[in-house]
């Protein structure tokens, strides 16, 4: 069984919905007991790093996230997910973040740019991860963001895009896994990279 950790952040059920779609057991939760006997967590989200920290904080979720990591569990941060699981944003000055991964999250340079940043855009993989075996160099996903990852560790990026910048668009690191895309979006290509999550412990990797 794989939980989706509910705080009231977003495309919940479109992550439900994909996961079903691969045949999963999935539930939406926000209960520790659920969640610490998952198989696997998902952090999704879509908002602002302040309020999602904040509601993390109300629910009680901030330790259970962390127990899940020490655990070992299988754990995926989607869009916001991936940036909540750094140490701060620029869009919520003075609010830490949950620091299990080192680095910032910056705004995008609105520099002749659309921000925010809303389309496909193709991948690079500097440091090919679980999430993207058998996923060709150049493969296009779907993003929506304003503000992208700079991770402070180059050897966790497993993922990169070009939008005025270099986005560090996933991460991976022992069992902690994130995106800044939305592979429950991405079609083909976003089934396959949640197919390879789902697949990981069970003998595919």
Same mark, same amino acid.
């Given at each position: 069984?794989?939980?989706?950790?509910?705080?009231?952040?977003?495309?919940?059920?479109?992550? +439900?919905?994909?996961?079903?779609?691969?045949?999963?057991?999935?539930?939406?939760?926000?209960?520790?007991?659920?969640?610490?006997?998952?198989?696997?967590?998902?952090?999704?989200?879509? /908002?602002?790093?302040?309020?999602?920290?904040?509601?993390?904080?109300?629910?009680?979720?901030?330790?259970?996230?962390?127990?899940?990591?020490?655990?070992?569990?299988?754990?995926? /941060?989607?869009?916001?997910?991936?940036?909540?699981?750094?140490?701060?944003?620029? +869009?919520?000055?003075?609010?830490?973040?949950?620091?299990?991964?080192?680095?910032?999250?910056?705004?995008?340079?609105?520099?002749?740019?659309?921000?925010?940043?809303?389309?496909? %855009?193709?991948?690079?993989?500097? %440091?090919?991860?679980?999430?993207?075996? /058998?996923?060709?160099?150049?493969?296009?996903?779907?993003?929506?963001?304003?503000?992208?990852?700079?991770?402070? +560790?180059?050897?966790?990026?497993?993922?990169?895009?070009?939008?005025?910048?270099?986005?560090?668009?996933?991460?991976?690191?022992? %069992?902690?896994?994130?995106?800044?895309?939305?592979?429950?979006?991405?079609?083909?290509?976003?089934?396959?990279?949640?197919? %390879?999550?789902?697949?990981?412990?069970?003998?595919?990797?």
């Amino acid at each position: 069984m794989i939980a989706i950790i509910d705080y009231d952040a977003g495309n919940m059920g479109s992550v +439900e919905k994909a996961l079903h779609f691969l045949g999963e057991e999935a539930i939406v939760t926000r209960s520790p007991e659920e969640i610490l006997g998952a198989e696997k967590v998902i952090l999704p989200g879509v /908002g602002s790093f302040g309020d999602a920290m904040e509601k993390l904080k109300q629910y009680g979720l901030v330790s259970v996230i962390k127990q899940v990591v020490e655990k070992k569990i299988p754990f995926l /941060g989607i869009c916001l997910g991936l940036q909540l699981l750094f140490e701060s944003s620029e +869009e919520s000055p003075g609010v830490e973040g949950l620091g299990i991964l080192k680095g910032r999250i910056m705004k995008i340079p609105e520099e002749g740019l659309k921000v925010p940043h809303i389309g496909w %855009n193709s991948l690079h993989f500097p %440091n090919r991860g679980r999430l993207f075996d /058998g996923i060709a160099e150049g493969a296009y996903v779907y993003f929506v963001h304003s503000y992208y990852l700079a991770a402070k +560790e180059e050897e966790i990026v497993s993922a990169t895009t070009e939008y005025g910048v270099t986005i560090h668009a996933a991460v991976e690191k022992d %069992n902690v896994f994130a995106c800044q895309f939305h592979p429950e979006k991405s079609s083909d290509i976003g089934l396959q990279i949640l197919g %390879n999550f789902v697949g990981i412990g069970r003998g595919k990797h």
